[in-house]
């Protein structure tokens, strides 16, 4: 069983550029998250993917947006890039009748300057 | 809005010894599910635990047991004869509208051999 994997594991990125992740779900997973954990925090949800469709999301700007594939794997972009967005973002795949048990990845750590 | 609160910022106990990790919750809803989560140095979180909040009878999985109370809105986290392996950052969660999982703030276990 493949777990959840993420690309890439760092990255650097200067304001104003955009950024993009990806994340490829656990095996049989059809629901894909995506979450932003800050230094020392806990991490806060971004939004949530089923069928291809957003189903749920947290307070973000609209910059922050995403795509999920008809593999399941999925996508986080970033747009006009803010200090504040050096985060670890996590991806995370489930199941939608099984909501809050997630499967993570280790994180794509992204770093603004 | 729902809000969980993990009091302990950083705990150090020597190997063996028995800690508890204490959880608060928030939440106006009548139905909600509480989750427990571990952080490893490596990054990906790692599903603990999954309670329904009708279900209050305390759960015991190896050294690992949970105590939920309704009454004080707690679920707090015990681990049993703790090892160097269990350091990590733990993190108590509520399940929101939308399948969004609300995170405290973490609390950071060390322990020493």
């Known amino acids: 069983e493949t777990g959840v994997t993420q690309s890439p594991t760092h990255l650097i990125k200067t304001r104003g550029q955009q950024v993009t992740l990806r994340c490829s779900s656990q095996s049989g997973h059809n629901t894909v998250s995506w979450y932003q954990q800050a230094l020392g925090q806990g991490p806060q949800f971004i939004f949530q993917y089923y069928r291809e469709e957003e189903n749920g999301r947290g307070n973000f700007p609209p910059r922050f947006s995403g795509l999920q594939f008809p593999n399941y794997s999925s996508e986080l972009n970033v747009n006009a890039l803010e200090l504040d967005d050096s985060a670890l973002y996590l991806c995370?795949?489930?199941?939608?009748?099984?909501?809050?048990?997630?499967?993570f990845g280790e994180g794509s750590r992204l770093t603004v300057l | 809005a729902q809000k969980v609160t993990q009091a302990q910022t950083e705990i150090s106990v020597v190997e063996k010894e028995d800690v508890t990790l204490d959880c608060v919750y928030e939440?106006?809803?009548?139905?909600?599910?509480l989750f427990w989560y571990k952080q490893p140095p490596s990054g990906e979180l790692v599903f603990l635990i999954r309670r329904n909040s009708f279900d209050e009878q305390n759960e015991i999985s190896g050294r690992y047991s949970w105590n939920f109370q309704k009454s004080t809105s707690s679920f707090n986290f015990t681990i049993t004869a703790s090892q160097v392996v269990d350091s990590a950052v733990y993190f108590c969660a509520l399940l929101e509208y939308g399948n969004k999982l609300v995170f405290g703030a973490g609390t950071i276990l060390r322990v020493k051999s």
């Open positions: 995370a795949s489930s199941l939608l009748n099984r909501a809050g048990e997630l499967f």
């Open positions: 939440t106006r809803d009548t139905t909600y599910y």
